[in-house]
C-alpha cells in the first residue's frame, strides 16, 4: 500500500528552524515526484515545495532561502528543512506524492497525501 | 503567479440536487487543471486531473470540464459524503496554485 507519513512538526519562536520529514512506504521516494503543501488553520492549501524524479527542486518564493526540499535515500523520506520561521508559516504541512495511475505518474498532481504534521510558529 | 478564483464560497444544496462548482484562472492554464475534495479533519484527495480526468477510485457522480481559464466540477446526485469543501488547482506554471475552495455543504 502506498502511505505517506509525516513528522517533526512542534512549536518554535519566530526565527527558530524545524526539519519534516515525509517516509515513503510502497514506493520509493527517488523514483517519484514529491511535495510539500501547507494548510493554515482555517485555510486553504498553499504549495510550498516538490522535489522531482530528476532531483530537480522547486520552491515557492516567500520560502526561497529559508526552505530546502531533499531526499534521503536511504531513509526513503523527503526532508523540508525550515530556516528562520515566521509566524504566516505555522499550518499544517502535508506531503503528497504525484499521482500516479495505470503506470503513469503526473507530476503536479497530489495524490496520495499524508496527514500532515503541524508547525506553530509563536513567542 | 497564476490566481484561481472559485465560486459560489459556500454552496448549500440537499442530499440528491445536483452541483456545479466554477474555478476561473487569472491567465489560461490549457488543461492543467484539478480538483480535490476535503472531507473536515481529513487530507485532500484528488478527484479530476488534466481537466476532466477522474482519478483511480472516484465515482462517476463527479465529472470535470473546461479548458483555458473557465472551469467547472460537477457533482451529480449529491451524496452525504460529497458534503465536504472543493480546491482547484492549477500545474500549467509556477508557482504551484489553489485556489480558495468552494464549501459544500447541507442545505
Same mark, same amino acid.
Given at each position: ?5 509525516? @513528522? ?16 515513503? @512506504? ?43 526540499? @531533499? ?53 | ?10 454552496l &448549500?444544496l440537499s442530499p440528491g440536487e445536483r452541483a456545479s462548482l466554477a474555478?476561473?484562472? &487569472?491567465?489560461?492554464?490549457?488543461? &492543467?487543471?484539478a480538483w480535490y475534495q476535503q472531507r ?5 484527495r484528488l478527484l479530476i486531473y488534466?481537466a476532466s480526468n477522474r482519478a483511480t477510485g472516484i465515482p462517476d457522480r463527479f465529472s470535470g470540464s473546461g &479548458?483555458?481559464?473557465?472551469f467547472i466540477l460537477t457533482i451529480t446526485s449529491l451524496e452525504a459524503d460529497d458534503f465536504a469543501v472543493y480546491?482547484c ?13 468552494t464549501?459544500v455543504d447541507i442545505k
Amino acid at each position: 500500500e502506498v502511505q505517506l507519513v509525516e @513528522s517533526g512538526g512542534g512549536l518554535v519562536q519566530p526565527g527558530g528552524s524545524l526539519r519534516l520529514s515525509c517516509e515513503a @512506504s510502497g514506493f520509493t521516494v527517488s523514483n517519484n515526484y514529491i511535495a510539500w503543501v501547507r494548510q493554515a488553520p482555517g485555510k486553504g492549501l498553499d504549495w510550498v515545495a516538490s522535489v522531482y524524479s530528476s532531483g530537480s527542486t522547486y520552491s515557492k518564493d516567500s520560502v526561497k532561502g529559508r526552505f530546502t526540499i @531533499s531526499r534521503d535515500i536511504s531513509k526513503n523520506t523527503v526532508d523540508l528543512q525550515m530556516n528562520s520561521l515566521r509566524v504566516e508559516d505555522t499550518a499544517l504541512y502535508y506531503c503528497a506524492r504525484g499521482y500516479c495511475s495505470g503506470g503513469t505518474c503526473h507530476a503536479g498532481w497530489f495524490d496520495p497525501w499524508g496527514q500532515g504534521t503541524p508547525v506553530i510558529v509563536s513567542s | 503567479e497564476t490566481i484561481l478564483t472559485q465560486s459560489p464560497v459556500t454552496l &448549500s444544496l440537499s442530499p440528491g440536487e445536483r452541483a456545479s462548482l466554477a474555478c476561473r484562472a &487569472s491567465q489560461s492554464v490549457g488543461n &492543467s487543471l484539478a480538483w480535490y475534495q476535503q472531507r473536515p479533519g481529513q487530507a485532500p484527495r484528488l478527484l479530476i486531473y488534466d481537466a476532466s480526468n477522474r482519478a483511480t477510485g472516484i465515482p462517476d457522480r463527479f465529472s470535470g470540464s473546461g &479548458s483555458g481559464t473557465d472551469f467547472i466540477l460537477t457533482i451529480t446526485s449529491l451524496e452525504a459524503d460529497d458534503f465536504a469543501v472543493y480546491y482547484c488547482q492549477q500545474r500549467d506554471s509556477w508557482p504551484l496554485t489553489f485556489g480558495p475552495g468552494t464549501r459544500v455543504d447541507i442545505k
